[in-house]
């Protein structure tokens, strides 16, 4: 009897465990996961679309009664006659009615798209709408830009929308203001620069879909094709529409092709570029420098935002559409008041300009609410002052609040962000001092190894005094085993992490993923990159693993729209955004100098050289950095620079970590040297004083231009960046029109360098090069551009084969000749 007796009050025992784990793994995220309102993850995603397309259609709401108020006003004033008769009889008159004139509605009008709040009507590419708080220094030639053209076409659809909003247009009317309003919100940009300054259609803006979203509902109309069926229409139909654009595109490069190699390119314009899926062998640096994930530029997980990643956008000469609406006048007495009020601004901020030569504010950390030790270690590594976005977040982290954060590259983010962590783990560990193994209070993402490895040793220099407080690194590249032996002999309440192994530690190990139970504070560092297609699915499975109690910050030096979008995946609802760069305000460190060459790819290799020696022989202690596309041509590139015996060194995903860690490390302690590499280390590396960036190729999209560019000019120093495209690639700079981007004034090519650069180039064993032709490949097919042009892709990978001194093209496996959809291209070899 007592042995049942036990048995049954064991048997209650366990029960009652297992529904306290039950409610420990939901509480924790770890178990099947419901969100409030017991809807599952997908639903809930579901239903923030739905919110931010409600918050769209409102904005256009908006935007409708303004353009009605302007008829309205119009039509009295016609009715009231032009020498101010009076109204007939029969017509209802108002004493105290004053009509709108059409200077007091270009006045409201311009207000809308200056005022607060008004970016959620802009694309992230927009282009700057005003002056930002911390103002940029005025560079030469740089007015802000306004975006007229979304005002233009706004109209226009305003136009369309009144035009059907007869009673009769029924319930798909509806449905066709949800599509129209869509498109609407992902208004593309307008060099306003361009077009407040001189009126000109010289840039060829991104005219929206949605003026052929409206021929083409009325076309579905005709087809008698329902809303539904109008999507997809419009979606299947995108393609063949796109061709038209693409041929342009086409003719360009094939003019550039047929280019005598000495000459220089000609100013052109562009579309926007999108990256399409490559060949999984393309050796494409992202492949593997994401920790073997692949990266993609679509900005958003189709399955959870559907059609809200891929901005259906195209570009359209701005003159065509003026004309076509016929508002031109009305256009350019906004463009007066708007140029009115960049005047103003102008004037504003020469007088910021003196505020701007320091990149630290007034206030001191010793004026924040953080621990005297850590105040101390501060002090030792010589921070005494706070930078603007310390200043500007860490109340706002202190307080527990989740935060979206934007600041200029270099102006000490991670400080920002790791001090608000070692106050959580401060607090945390004074609570539950005496766990044996202490929960994991801080997990920070990183997407490269350095980076991770980077602010593991800053987070070691904030704890300098903190005893008992630990930082580990877990990354990509280092022994799994010898990770795992680390976390056991030596357990740390903050990790450093990359987001591939970090998974692979969740999953193979249950301890470690009970460690994160405790987890305090998520942060994610280049958050935009983290939330990128490449990582969205790792950072999806590392949420649902971590307590949903808990703070998240999130930072980046590039916020695009669509990521403020997705954020919502890692951040809570009333999380806060701090934006210290403004909006409309310069992305980029305002003592950098940018410059652009255009010439053809076989002079890219001879230019670099050129410009490297020129660099070295002006600038005494230089340190140089140049990113090449791929990690095949950035290992060519290394290779004939040190045949050329210039002192380089090369970082990239094909080298081994300890390599890596190795040069990162001689490269951070040295002058007079020059650090060769691809995207690896783009982003967040603190290389002090690197005096000039050369990129060589277009970078992978305008956030990787600004990060690229953003490892010189930190702490508000002085450098230079230089952008080196082929002539067909300077679409490029389109995307990039709002920055004080200028073209370089003509470089003569020396030929005795020519030579030179050749005979080294001819020492390379064509294994190399070889490499660096598939790699290349990989890397322009997956541009939509000219990925999607197989034969000019070719053509041009053949200018490069010839830039790299091979006889001809080598030949491919046949399983990446088809996967790269180069099957029976001219010019491609089937490796036998
Ligand atoms: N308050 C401060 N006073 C002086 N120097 C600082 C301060 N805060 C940070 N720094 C220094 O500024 C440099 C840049 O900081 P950090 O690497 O965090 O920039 P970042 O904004 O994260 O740049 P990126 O966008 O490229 O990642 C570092 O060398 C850092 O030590």
Redesign the pocket.
């Known amino acids: 009897m007592s042995s049942f007796r036990l048995f049954l009050r064991d048997r209650s025992r366990n029960v009652s465990r297992l529904l306290c784990n039950l409610s420990f793994l939901r509480h924790m995220g770890g178990g099947p996961r419901t969100f409030p309102g017991g809807l599952n993850k997908w639903q809930w995603k579901r239903l923030h679309q739905k919110k931010a397309m409600e918050k769209e259609k409102k904005l256009l709401l908006h935007e409708k009664q303004l353009y009605e108020a302007r008829v309205r006003t119009e039509i009295r004033a016609k009715l009231s006659g032009p020498s101010g008769r009076p109204f007939p009889s029969n017509a209802p008159q108002s004493s105290t009615h004053t009509p709108m004139t059409a200077k007091d509605h270009v006045r409201v009008l311009a207000d809308r798209f200056t005022k607060e709040g008004a970016e959620d009507l802009w694309n992230e590419d927009d282009g700057p709408l005003k002056s930002p708080p911390a103002r940029p220094r005025k560079l030469p030639g740089q007015n802000p830009p306004l975006d007229l053209r979304k005002t233009v076409s706004d109209r226009r659809n305003f136009e369309s929308l009144d035009h059907r909003h007869h009673p009769s247009s029924g319930s798909e009317e509806s449905d066709f203001e949800s599509v129209t309003s869509r498109h609407l919100i992902q208004h593309p940009p307008l060099d306003s620069r361009k077009a407040v300054s001189d009126g000109s259609d010289e840039s060829e803006g991104r005219i929206v879909e949605e003026g052929n979203a409206l021929g083409r509902q009325s076309a579905s109309r005709r087809t008698g094709l329902s809303h539904g069926s109008f999507s997809s229409f419009a979606r299947r139909n995108y393609s063949v529409e796109a061709r038209r654009p693409m041929s342009r595109f086409e003719s360009r490069v094939k003019q550039s092709l047929s280019r005598d190699d000495g000459e220089f390119g000609s100013k052109g314009r562009g579309n926007s570029r999108r990256r399409r899926f490559s060949n999984g062998d393309s050796e494409d640096d992202s492949d593997s420098d994401v920790e073997g994930r692949v990266f993609r530029k679509n900005m958003m997980s189709s399955t959870a935002l559907r059609n809200y990643d891929v901005k259906m956008t195209r570009r359209q000469p701005l003159k065509n559409v003026e004309e076509d609406n016929g508002s031109s006048q009305e256009i350019q007495m906004i463009r007066d008041e708007l140029k009115r009020r960049v005047l103003d601004g102008n004037a504003e901020r020469q007088c910021g300009e003196e505020e701007e030569e320091s990149h630290?504010s007034q206030k001191r950390f010793d004026e924040c609410n953080i621990s005297p030790l850590t105040i101390k270690a501060l002090s030792s590594a010589?921070?005494?002052?706070?930078?603007a976005?310390?200043e500007a977040t860490l109340p706002v982290c202190l307080e527990g609040k989740d935060v979206l954060v934007k600041?200029?590259?270099?102006?000490?983010?991670?400080?920002a962000f790791l001090l608000p962590a070692i106050e959580s783990v401060l607090q945390a560990t004074s609570s539950g001092r005496n766990q044996r193994v202490p929960p994991i209070l801080v997990l920070v993402l990183s997407p490269t190894r350095e980076l991770a490895s980077q602010i593991a040793a800053?987070a070691n220099v904030l704890l300098k005094y903190h005893v008992g407080i630990g930082v580990q690194t877990l990354i990509g590249g280092t022994r799994f085993k010898v990770d795992q032996k680390r976390l056991e002999s030596d357990p740390c309440q903050i990790i450093v992490a990359t987001p591939g192994r970090l998974l692979d530690h969740i999953e193979n190990r249950s301890g470690f993923s009970m460690r994160l139970m405790g987890l305090k504070v998520l942060i994610l560092?280049?958050a935009d990159h983290l939330l990128d297609l490449g990582f969205r699915k790792d950072i999806e499975k590392i949420v649902d693993c971590v307590p949903r109690q808990r703070q998240s910050l999130l930072?980046s030096?590039t916020i695009p729209k669509e990521v403020r979008r997705v954020s919502q995946l890692v951040l809570k609802r009333d999380h806060v955004y701090v934006d210290t760069v403004g909006l409309g305000g310069l992305e980029t460190p305002a003592k950098v100098l940018q410059s652009y060459f255009i010439a053809p790819h076989v002079q890219h290799f001879q230019l670099v050289y050129q410009l490297l020696k020129e660099h070295m022989a002006r600038v005494l202690d230089y340190k140089v950095i140049v990113f090449c596309t791929t990690a095949m041509v950035t290992s060519l590139m290394f290779l004939l620079l040190r045949e050329l015996k210039m002192d380089v060194r090369e970082i990239h995903s094909r080298k081994p970590q300890i390599y890596r860690a190795r040069v990162s490390d001689e490269f951070r302690e040295s002058k007079r040297l020059s650090l060769i590499t691809s995207d690896v280390s783009a982003?967040?590396?603190?290389y002090?004083d690197v005096t000039l960036v050369i990129q060589v190729g277009i970078p992978s999209d305008r956030e990787q231009y600004i990060?690229r560019l953003?490892r010189t000019g930190?702490?508000g120093k002085d450098g230079e960046c230089m952008l080196v495209l082929a002539p067909w690639e300077e679409y490029f700079l389109d995307e990039i029109k709002d920055l004080p981007i200028e073209k370089s004034s003509f470089l003569r090519l020396d030929p005795d360098i020519k030579v030179k650069v050749e005979d080294c180039m001819a020492q390379i064993d064509a294994s190399h090069k070889e490499a660096a032709y598939h790699a290349w490949l990989g890397y322009y097919n997956s541009i939509r551009e000219i990925g999607r042009e197989k034969t000019t892709l070719v053509e041009l990978a053949k200018q490069f084969c010839d830039s790299i001194g091979l006889q001809k093209p080598p030949s491919m496996f046949r399983k990446t000749v088809n996967k790269m959809g180069l099957r029976d291209i001219p010019g491609i070899q089937i490796r036998k």
């Open positions: 630290l010589g921070y005494v002052q706070m930078t976005v310390q600041a200029k590259t270099g102006t000490g983010k991670s400080v800053e560092d280049e930072f030096a982003r967040g590396m603190d002090p990060h953003g930190r702490e």
